[in-house]
């Protein structure tokens, strides 16, 4: 392909892909804009904007797959009733970008319409792939950092409960003064007393609470808080329980990536440094063979 076709083949295509992303944006304003002048809610079970484009059945995530990815954008944090659409969206117009791009890399480097077709479809499906894997990756991340925050969460509430604040008290104290200490804990607590000043009861403010953190033990913990709240259950003991029970986990997870992390060192030592003396132990023997058999030779 000759360089000047290439070049403009490539200004092309990246247009094309600015002028989607910007319709996008367009669009995704226009959903939020008559969504609110029709009444309805940004966020929340059931969400749903009017008029907004359906990607097609075969794009969209379904079954196991569709469970699977909502799962993972509450645990990556993104609790919006539309964060699988804009997941979706997202995750196409990432793969038809990377084809795009790699196409025109291909062309560019070669002749091979083969050659150009195996790259841009490998390079598409890893990186539809790797978006669920991504998501994954900060889902799991998320998970680590909420749960390293827990046990500073739980003693800031055992000095509350133990000075004689009210467990109401508490979530609001930690929602307006604890946010640096917990930032992450400090936002979802304060997510919790917006549902209550909105009205909503303990009982689901309290569920709601647990399915945005996430992290085993949430549920529990929630069904300790309503206990104590309306059956009266003293409440200090089992957080003490908690907080060990959490503790334990952070020293796990430290043992955990210890062990990753010899394993890597061994690995990085098979593949740089024992060449390099098998080289240096092997290297005079077998020169003095070599020379041995060259000085034996008529």
């Keep these: 392909m000759p360089p000047l076709s290439a070049l403009l083949l490539f200004a092309l295509a990246a247009g094309g892909v600015i002028a989607v992303l910007a319709g996008l944006r367009l669009l995704h304003a226009d959903w939020r804009l008559r969504y609110r002048l029709a009444g309805g809610r940004e966020s929340g079970a059931g969400a749903r904007g009017p008029g907004r484009p359906r990607v097609p059945r075969g794009l969209s995530a379904q079954g196991r797959d569709r469970a699977e990815i909502e799962r993972q954008l509450r645990g990556a944090g993104f609790f919006d009733a539309d964060a699988l659409h804009y997941f979706v969206w997202l995750r196409l117009a990432a793969t ?49 950092k909420l749960t390293a925050e827990f046990p500073f969460l739980l003693d800031l509430m055992l000095m509350m409960l133990e000075s004689g604040v009210s467990l109401d008290q508490c979530f609001r104290s930690i929602a307006r003064d604890e946010r640096v200490a917990v930032p992450r804990h400090a936002r979802l607590v304060a997510m919790l007393v917006d549902d209550l000043d909105r009205g909503q009861d303990y009982q689901m403010a309290f569920d709601r609470w647990a399915q945005r953190v996430g992290v085993s033990g949430a549920k529990e913990m929630a069904t300790l808080f309503r206990q104590s709240l309306f059956q009266g259950m003293e409440l200090v003991p089992a957080l003490r329980e908690f907080i060990t029970e959490f503790s334990q986990r952070r020293v796990a997870r430290a043992h955990e990536a210890i062990g990753k992390i010899t394993v890597r060192m061994v690995i990085l030592m098979l593949i740089f440094f024992m060449p390099a003396l098998f080289v240096v132990l092997a290297g005079p023997p077998v020169a003095a063979i ?9």
């Design 290 to 298: 070599l020379d041995t058999l060259r000085s034996s030779q008529p």
């Design 96 to 144: 038809l970008a990377a084809a795009g791009l790699t196409f025109v890399a291909m062309s560019l480097a070669s002749d091979n319409g083969l050659a150009i077709g195996l790259v841009t479809f490998i390079v598409a499906g890893l990186t539809y792939i790797g978006a669920k894997l991504a998501l994954h990756m900060r889902a799991a991340e998320r998970e680590r």
